[in-house]
């Protein structure tokens, strides 16, 4: 049930974990906007080209990040915070269009800024009203650095020449004040113990985001296999990508629940803190994934290209080290599982030479044997448990 705006706006610890219907729409739209990213990414002949689809990922990937955030720390069945859920959705919606169309950066953008924007004007006001001081701190400091970012988003966009070399300082104000705590005049850093207020809805957002953006590895080939001839290699192409998706998943979801779950006040702050950047680095590795299936879908014989083999290879290799960069900082265990992918790495120096659709069979095998390391996994979760006192 929606309430209304004279409630108070920060989430009882006692609230529901679940997310909202509002929620799994804005994933959704989204999930959309990453999927025309892959494609991007596959049609661009070389990494100086493939460079600036990273960027405007990132910019998307920070839209939702800190939006998720504010609905964990924030109830979502208040009104403020569903009209900033439509607002963050109408933001991609624009993003996305700019990426479809050559020569909107100013789209992008203006759609970026102001999902950020509106956002911290709304907390702001609405929390001024209802008096409660700490949040209207918290909300500010968000609000200056994205009014500081905003600076070089829209100067950017205006510029014809040199707005790639303006947006890319914008991203970096973006992540770097975000990891520095919003240090913001007159009002310091975001004290420690509000990252300790993260819930289990947190979590299990991050969680439905990247199960929904696994969907682009099957997705993404299956819409270009739909216009071009079947054949038997496009067929073991695209079953490898419908194979592949599954062993992400599961490298995934492993535990997730339990390493989310029963964490200390420290372990969880440091857990907050960290996801956004160790989540980046596993999207990357889904777009990239899905990209090299893409490639690989349209044409599945003859050699592999060097940028082929780095997508085939690297995106599930991104996507582990994501996983498990996040595990080990949580955990203090290091995972292991990584060393399966020494299989695909060990092929690159002859695999330029094998067809695409073979490379991709050798990777989905050494994802298998990722997906089946379960002891290290529960070795984490042992030593997860075994800090929590002395944290």
Known sequence: MTTGGTAALVRRPDGSSRATLLELLFDVVFVAALALISKLIADRDSWAGAAPVLLMLAAIWWTWSVTSTTTDFYDPQQRPIQAILMVAMLGSVGMAAALATAGHAMIFAVAYVTAHVVRGVILVTTLHRQRHRPAVMRASRFLFWFLVSGVFWITGGLSSTLHWTFWTIAIVIDLVSAAARYPTPWLGRVPLDQYERTTEHLGERYQQFVILALGDVILVPTLEVSSAEFTTARLITLLCAFVTMLLLWQIYVFRAGELVRGLSARARRRASRLAPYTHLVLLVGV???????????????????????????????????????????????????????????????????????????????????????????????????ARQPGS
Do not use: K, N, Q, Y
Not at 299 to 312: A, E, H, K, S
Not at 314 to 332: E, I, K, N, Y
Not at 368 to 385: E, I, S
């Open 287 to 385: 777009m990239c994934t899905a990209a090299a299936f893409d490639l690989a879908v349209e044409r599945p014989t003859g050699t592999t290209p060097v940028r082929w083999l780095i997508l085939i290879v690297g995106g599930p290799v991104l996507f582990v080290l994501g996983r498990d960069l996040f595990t080990w900082r949580v955990s203090g265990m290091v995972p292991w599982r990584p060393a399966w992918l020494l299989l695909p790495l060990l092929i690159l120096p002859w695999a330029g030479g094998w067809p695409p659709v073979l490379v991709i069979v050798v990777v989905a095998l050494g994802l298998a044997g990722v997906a089946l390391g379960h002891p290290t996994d529960r070795a984490t979760t042992a030593g997860l448990r």
